[in-house]
Each structure stands twice: as C-alpha cells, then as structure tokens.
Nanobody, 132 residues
Framework: QVQLVESGGGLVQAGGSLRLSCAAS????????VGWFRQAPGKQRELVAA????????YYSDSVKGRFTIFRIDANNTVYLQMNSLKPVDTADYYC?????????????????????????WGQGTQVTVSS
C-alpha cells in the first residue's frame, strides 16, 4: 500500500520560507515522478511543481517559478518543496502525489495534468498560511 505523508506546513509571514516534505511508504520514490499541488479555498487544485523519477527534469507553474524549488533526497525516500519569498496568494493546502507507473510523469500537455489527472496516489495535505 502506497502512502504519502506531507509535513512542514504552517503559518508564516509574507516574504518568509517553508520547506514541505513528502515522505513515502510502500513505494521507493526514486522510481517515480512526484508532483506538488495546492488548493486554496474556493479554487481548483493546481499543479505547482513536479520532478521526474531521476530528478533531471523539473516543472514549475508560472506563479511559483523562481521562488519554489522541488528536489528529492532518495536516501530519505522523500521529495521536498522549498518555498521562498512566500506571498499571501500562496495560502492553500498543499498535496504531493505520484503516478502509479514507474519512470513516468504526466506530460506537460496532457489534459487535466494541472488539476491532478495522471496522479494516482495522494497524501493528506499540509496547510500553508501566509500572512500579509
């Protein structure tokens, strides 16, 4: 059974930083792509960052590019999302997810990718609140 557990969320002032962690059990993450998503109240879920199984390729949404960094430490079986220069608009629940197939990440142009299609296993989420 694959389980993903996010941690690291919290309350931070604008301009501050947080590091989110996505720890896996039941799966060796170094064979799988991982995405970080967020969902703000009243808004659709959106993909903010993704990383391939080998870490060679990353993706960032325009809204976080230059401020967020996704990376993986395979020895920890964990994928991280380093969030710097946080803004109030970054306030949301953050989720990590992985596809079922190994060595796979939904292509950039695949329908529904932004909202989570193609990702099969999800964590329970961690809340991030950025105060102004």
């Amino acid at each position: 059974q694959v389980q993903l557990v996010e941690s690291g969320g919290g309350l931070v002032q604008a301009g501050g930083s947080l590091r989110l962690s996505c720890a896996a059990s039941g799966r060796t993450l170094n064979m799988y792509g991982v995405g970080w998503f967020r969902q703000a109240p009243g808004k659709q879920r959106e993909l903010v960052a993704a990383i391939t199984w080998n870490g060679y390729t990353t993706y960032y949404s325009d809204s976080v590019k230059g401020r967020f960094t996704i990376f993986r430490i395979d020895a920890n079986n964990t994928v991280y999302l380093q969030m710097n220069s946080l803004k109030p608009v970054d306030t949301a629940d953050y989720y990590c997810a992985t596809p079922k197939p190994a060595y796979y990440l939904p292509p950039r142009d695949s329908p529904g990718r932004q909202s989570g299609d193609g990702y099969d296993y999800w964590g329970q989420g961690t809340q991030v609140t950025v105060s102004s």
